[in-house]
T-cell receptor
Framework: AQKVTQAQTEISVVEKEDVTLDCVYE???????LFWYKQPPSGELVFLIR??????QNEISGRYSWNFQKSTSSFNFTITASQVVDSAVYFC??????????????????FGKGTKLSVIP | ETGVTQSPTHLIKTRGQQVTLRCSSQ?????VSWYQQALGQGPQFIFQ???????GRGNFPPRFSGLQFPNYSSELNVNALELDDSALYLC???????????????FGPGTRLTVT
């Protein structure tokens, strides 16, 4: 069974500090996808990034960067120079594909419990 | 491009009642997934609909059922409500074409259900 662990329940940082959110996953599949979502107080999950299991290149998008390491089954997320607008709950998720009779892949997301990030001005 | 919308925003029901939640998928998407998010927890997969048929189900009892319509909108029905059903119900839409882009699910704002 697949599992996602986000060991950090809550993190508080002062504005402009860098912060890393940890994510460790378990899966028996060789093909899978990893995601990060942001959930602001409004409740809507905002897609941030998707990574497939064959691509271990780190990715940078503005102040956001992601470090994927298959050897340690980790997919960590770093925010550089944090801002108050970064305050939210961040979820790491894992997706495996299960082909169904319809012919379409059924890719259910398994989420971690989330890390609540508070950026203090 | 229209995003994922859900209705109603909030709902209060009594234990034992039935509830129907609605979701309109993002324009161009043909697949809808439903998730339950209890307070302080990550979302849990309920089921997914593709071409009006259930295409995968999580560990939820049969009193959780759904429908998908020809315009790809969807309903989640919950019968015999229990107190533990109180949660944020999230709908996500995606495009299933067996390409990488089909793995990105875009979420709506959710329906907060309170069962008393």
């Amino acid at each position: 069974a697949q599992k996602v662990t986000q060991a950090q329940t809550e993190i508080s940082v002062v504005e402009k500090e860098d912060v890393t959110l940890d994510c460790v996953y378990e899966t028996r599949d060789t093909t899978y996808y990893l995601f990060w979502y942001k959930q602001p107080p409004s409740g809507e999950l905002v897609f941030l990034i998707r990574r497939n299991s064959f691509d271990e290149q780190n990715e940078i998008s503005g102040r956001y960067s992601w470090n994927f390491q298959k050897s340690t089954s980790s997919f960590n997320f770093t925010i550089t120079a944090s801002q108050v607008v970064d305050s939210a709950v961040y979820f790491c998720a894992l997706s495996e594909t299960k082909l169904t009779y319809s012919g379409a892949g059924s890719y259910q997301l398994t989420f971690g419990k989330g890390t609540k990030l508070s950026v203090i001005p | 491009e229209t995003g994922v919308t859900q209705s109603p925003t909030h709902l209060i029901k009594t234990r034992g009642q039935q509830v129907t939640l609605r979701c309109s998928s993002q324009s161009g998407h043909n697949t809808v997934s439903w998730y339950q998010q209890a307070l302080g927890q990550g979302p849990q997969f309920i089921f997914q609909y593709y071409r009006e048929e259930e295409n995968g189900r999580g560990n939820f009892p049969p009193r959780f059922s759904g429908l998908q319509f020809p315009n790809y909108s969807s309903e989640l029905n919950v019968n015999a409500l229990e107190l533990d059903d109180s949660a944020l119900y999230l709908c996500a839409s995606s495009l299933s074409l067996r390409t990488e882009s089909s793995y990105e699910q875009y979420f709506g704002p959710g329906t907060r259900l309170t069962v008393t």
